[in-house]
């Protein structure tokens, strides 16, 4: 949360290019990695926590199991609404960035800690994911060349048009996920941090449980982004290859 390296941090880091350096490979050790090594807090966090509590789950459940019930049900209905049928092959993935996400924001409000989406090689790198995997799965759904037809438009004379427009708006998606996330969870880890310089116990709380709130809301707004990616890549072969109205099979000719 803060501008400066923490020890902890520094001495990874140190540690990390040493061990670079006696393999041979020769890196700038200009780079600052805080945010490699608050990723690696989350990754590790996340083993050793489902790891423990995949085999406590009971009938009757704890407080933390129905923190994780909510989150699960909750996600799972909207890629369900958003994506539609088929939507148990992408919840893995759209669950998972959802979760490493949140926690990612919340973590810079802990004073030891910063928030590994402040950084825009964390946020693209999420955001990239979501372009590279909704291209393979239309892809693979539809096929590369009927794919590809999709962005030269719904006529042939026109596709010189379309073509560079659909390039444009594809190429943005991740641009806009990552610089939207990393803006907003830069700029409240900053003013949180500028505030408990100046004051640092009660005026910085109201505006920490508002961080909170806006972190909730980029998770949601990146996940609800990803389904409509997701939907948009593999819904052009499903409205033009079901011949069903409304779950009807049409009745044969005559």
């Given at each position: 949360?803060f501008e400066h390296e923490f020890g902890y941090v520094q001495w990874l880091t140190a540690r990390f ?238």
């Amino acid at each position: 949360m803060f501008e400066h390296e923490f020890g902890y941090v520094q001495w990874l880091t140190a540690r990390f290019y040493e061990f670079t350096d006696r393999m041979g490979w020769h890196l700038d050790h200009s780079h600052k990695l805080d945010h490699v090594w608050m990723s690696a807090i989350i990754f590790l966090f996340f083993v050793l926590f489902f790891g423990f509590w995949k085999k406590r789950y009971k009938v009757y459940p704890t407080f933390v199991q129905q923190v994780l019930e909510v989150y699960f049900r909750y996600v799972q209905g909207i890629v369900k609404d958003m994506i539609g049928h088929g939507w148990e092959r992408y919840f893995p993935l759209i669950g998972t960035l959802g979760l490493f996400i949140l926690f990612s924001n919340l973590l810079g409000l802990i004073p030891i800690f910063k928030s590994p989406t402040s950084s825009l090689n964390v946020t693209f790198a999420c955001a990239i994911t979501i372009f590279v995997y909704y291209h393979a799965h239309g892809i693979r759904q539809q096929g590369l060349l009927k794919y590809l037809k999709h962005f030269a438009g719904p006529v042939w004379w026109l596709a010189w048009l379309f073509i560079p427009v659909e390039l444009i708006g594809h190429f943005s998606r991740p641009l806009s996920l990552s610089v939207r996330l990393f803006g907003n969870i830069f700029g409240e880890d900053t003013i949180l941090a500028i505030l408990f310089m100046l004051v640092p116990f009660f005026v910085p709380l109201p505006l920490m449980c508002l961080a909170i709130f806006t972190s909730l809301v980029q998770t949601l707004v990146f996940v609800m982004l990803s389904c409509v990616y997701i939907a948009g890549a593999i819904a052009h072969e499903e409205s033009h290859g079901d011949s069903s109205v409304g779950g009807l099979e049409p009745e044969p000719a005559h």
